[in-house]
């Protein structure tokens, strides 16, 4: 009996020491196999290089909000210095040219150019541009990448490429080429160029016919000729307006013009 009492205070003292000793003694062993150790984990959350989705309409309000005091192509001086002059005027909207070093794992100037032709097939194809056209060289053209940014609502942003002939080939002949275009960097869609044509005058031009061709390729409703325009509004008296519905009750303007000698056509968007 006397054996049996000394066995349960040992196993009684055992259990104490156990309750006391034994959590942390597990946390140091379990410690040595994480500490001063590098480890090596996948995300789980998918989301790398996630932009918030835009519909057509939004992509364009807050583009040609971006764009608003763009009357003509711009040198790349002018671009560069966007994003100031527009957070001047409204101080919700950006426009900002991309690093090299920020630039999406992969994106190349190269890619810019890809896309741009990929758009100049698809407006020869809808009769927005005339078949002779040309597609565009990388050795003779530049392609910048910009964040066309809602301040407020950062996730609300458009990446475009923007097209233009480098500055060595700027006296070389234009024949049937294009000039300038800001390119949709993840569809290819072209939200507006300027392009030297084998089109001799604004008669030979289907204006309502191009605006609801673009309408359609940008998914965008029927667009609404605008009322009350200022014919001093461009550089040049061959031009028609058009109005598309925007976001947040605004209404985006789509410009359809031509300059008359050079035989150049534009597209442009505005607010």
């Known amino acids: 009996m006397k054996k049996f009492s000394l066995l349960l205070i040992v196993a009684a003292v055992f259990i104490v020491v156990l309750a006391v000793w034994g959590p942390e003694a597990l946390a140091r062993y379990r410690d040595k196999g994480i500490l001063n150790q590098i480890q090596a984990r996948e995300s789980e959350t998918g989301t790398k290089g996630y932009r918030y989705s835009l519909s ?25 210095t966007r994003m100031e002059q527009e957070q001047n005027q409204t ?4 426009f900002v040219a991309n690093k090299k070093e920020t630039l999406a794992e992969g994106a190349s100037e190269g890619d810019g150019i890809e896309l741009c032709n990929q758009g100049i097939r698809e407006l020869k194809e809808r009769g ?6 040309k597609e565009i060289q990388e050795a003779s053209y530049q392609a910048v990448l910009y964040s066309a ?6 996730r609300n942003s458009v990446l475009v490429w923007k097209v233009s002939q480098g500055t060595a080939v700027q006296n070389t002949a234009r024949e049937s080429c294009l000039l300038d275009a800001y390119v949709d960097a993840d569809t290819g ?3 507006e160029f300027y392009a030297r044509t084998e089109i001799s005058s604004w008669e030979e ?30 550089n040049t ?34 607010r």
Do not use: H, R
């Open 149 to 154: 940014i809602n301040v407020p609502e950062p």
């Open 91 to 94: 101080g919700t909207y950006a």
């Open 189 to 191: 869609k072209v939200y």
């Open 237 to 270: 008296p061959y031009f028609k307006k058009y109005c598309f519905a925007g976001t947040e009750e605004d209404s985006v303007v789509v410009t359809i013009g031509f300059y008359e000698g050079i035989n150049e056509m534009y597209l442009k968007i505005s």
């Open 128 to 133: 927005i541009l005339p078949e002779e056209v």
């Open 205 to 234: 031009m289907d204006a309502d016919g191009i605006a609801a061709a673009w309408a359609e390729y940008m998914d965008l409703e029927a667009p609404e000729e605008y009322e009350n325009v200022n014919p001093l509004s461009e």
């Open 56 to 80: 057509g309409n939004e992509k364009v309000s807050i583009l040609s909000k971006c764009l608003d005091s763009q009357t003509q192509p711009e040198s790349e001086q002018n671009a560069l």
